[in-house]
């Protein structure tokens, strides 16, 4: 079993957490305080284990000038057939701020989705913030998303799909922008002729998987974003 799907593409440098700590923050301005990666990592995995939750793996992603990071954290925290998990990102170039998202893994596939986009944890890297407090918003708002996720993920697995809605929807989402259309044929491969036992029901839960298998072939941050966008959509088709 896979232990982190985090996915470094064109731009990035798929490296370890001890090759992130080597990795420093530049030279702070009155305006802008950069954070070391390494010092966002060590305070997410402290303020998780405050709350008793443990890092089972974990794999990150850097630009090439090392002003980027993009990063995965699965957690203890399981459910059937998935573990949750939170992406973080940060910028020491003010082109993003520091900012968490929700998720889960699948663990057969080992398949990553986002309940949504980034939320910031921080307005900007200023010299007044508390790292440790910003992060402890940021992670509380996260647990309180954990039930709600896995509410939606057994929806998905009750909810069947018919051969042509599940076109229609993949159709939908290329139309709209959602994803890159070059990954059509690969969602489709998936979804009609699965790789694995446990999607070859014809269901929301299965169209899913085969959205967030064909994702994974996206740079770390755009693989984020296609996921956050695709729950509320598929959440669409449930709620009509």
């Known amino acids: 079993m896979e232990e982190s799907v985090l996915i470094a593409g064109r731009g990035t440098n798929r490296i370890t957490r001890e090759e992130l700590a080597l990795i420093p923050a530049p030279t ?12 966002i990592v ?15 793996g974990d794999e990150y992603a850097v630009s090439q000038d090392g002003m980027k990071m993009f990063g995965l954290m699965e957690l203890d925290y399981d459910f059937t057939g998935c573990r949750f998990a939170i992406g973080v990102r940060n910028a020491n170039d ?8 929700v998720g889960y893994r699948v663990f057969v596939c080992s398949n ?15 010299k007044n913030f508390n790292l440790i407090d910003s992060l402890s918003v940021g992670v509380d708002r996260i647990q309180r998303s954990f039930e709600p996720l896995q509410k939606t993920i057994n929806q998905w697995k ?6 042509a809605q599940a076109k229609g929807i993949i159709y939908d989402v290329f139309v709209d922008h959602l994803a890159p259309l070059k990954l059509l044929p690969s969602v489709h491969s998936h979804y009609f002729t699965p790789e694995h036992d446990e999607f ?3 269901t929301m839960w299965s169209l899913s998987n085969a959205f967030t298998s064909s994702f994974k072939a996206l740079p ?14 598929l959440n669409g088709y449930i709620d009509i």
């Open 28 to 39: 702070a301005t009155l305006t802008h305080q950069p954070i070391a990666h390494i010092k």
């Open 42 to 56: 060590e305070a997410l995995m402290e303020t998780l284990a405050f709350r008793h939750i443990n890092v089972a």
């Open 94 to 101: 003010k082109s993003m701020r520091l900012a968490l998202t």
């Open 112 to 126: 990553m989705a986002f309940k949504g986009d980034f939320s910031p944890v921080l307005s900007k890297h200023s």
């Open 158 to 163: 009750e909810f069947e799909l018919g051969e």
């Open 200 to 202: 070859k029901d014809r």
């Open 220 to 233: 770390p941050f755009q693989q984020f974003k296609a996921t956050g966008k695709l729950n509320p959509v």
